[in-house]
């Protein structure tokens, strides 16, 4: 089984299944959308590896869509464009694409550079890990390891532990959560209890009397570092993705 799954984000129906077949010829996992809406699905369940993104979509435009993209995950993004204005690059750039690829193009200068960005996922072979005892956060790759174990967390999950741990046990509102975690939301602050119930279900040994996230009366939430051994923020290595047996990959379904 492939180990890097690539999604592709394309409108056009012939380029977006040559590029998944040249890219499975190559060893990769493929994911394919059509549209912004599947993407979005896909982005929510399967965390793609990569991603290469249309900048012109049935449902929408691709360079807004890449800013999206962005606040859910760190994967790198090549933008596939018909645009060749250099005003359309540096917009395109800026939205956080990581690499821009103007159409038409060949399949090898596509390949070379899918590895290239790849290749920078794989310098960063010792991400920046936020410890507290035994859960690890990797603000890299945006996943978080509990005991030696990958925790099946959704990017809305990952986002509202990661505000909770920064704020080092200060006790947080729901509308400062919302606002944090995720800065677009237009959902109503309560919304944040349904994900902080999800969430201790997931990384509480007793989600009906938690301890590691816990509820401040009249105010919100906070996280208790205190049951926890609190170290640094340290350089360190994950538990390798092909080697744990108990892996448990972020945003996959049962």
């Known amino acids: 089984m492939a180990s890097v799954h690539i999604l592709i984000i394309e409108g056009n129906p012939h380029l977006r299944s040559l590029l998944g077949w040249h890219l499975q010829q ?6 394919q959308s059509a549209s912004l809406q599947q993407a979005r699905d896909t982005i929510f369940h399967r965390q793609p590896t990569l991603i290469i993104l249309d900048s012109d ?25 018909a645009r060749d204005r250099e005003a359309d690059i540096v917009r395109g750039l800026k939205a956080g694409a990581d690499d821009y690829l ?17 290749r920078r996922i794989r310098m960063s072979a010792a991400p920046m890990i936020l410890e507290y005892g035994d859960i690890k956060i990797d603000l890299v790759q945006r996943r978080v390891c509990f005991k030696g174990e990958f925790i099946d967390l959704t990017p809305q999950e990952f986002s509202l532990l990661y505000v909770l741990a920064q704020a080092e046990g200060l006790p947080l509102t729901r509308s400062e959560l919302l606002r944090r975690a995720w800065p677009d939301a237009i959902d109503n602050p309560r919304t944040i209890d349904t994900h902080v119930l999800s969430l201790r279900k997931k990384v509480e040994k ?10 401040v009366r009249n105010v919100g939430y906070r996280f208790n570092p205190d049951i926890l051994q609190r170290d640094q923020f340290t350089q360190k290595k994950l538990p390798d993705r092909n080697n744990n047996p108990q892996l448990i990959s972020v945003g996959s379904r049962n």
């Open 26 to 31: 190559a060893g990769y996992g493929v994911y």
């Open 57 to 81: 979509l049935p449902d929408g435009d691709g360079v807004e869509f890449c800013s999206w993209i962005g606040q859910q995950l760190q994967s790198p993004i090549l933008m596939l464009s």
């Open 102 to 118: 103007k159409k038409p193009f060949g399949m090898q200068e596509f390949l070379a550079r899918v590895e290239a960005l790849l």
């Open 206 to 215: 007793d989600p009906r009397q938690p301890n590691l996230i816990q509820t």
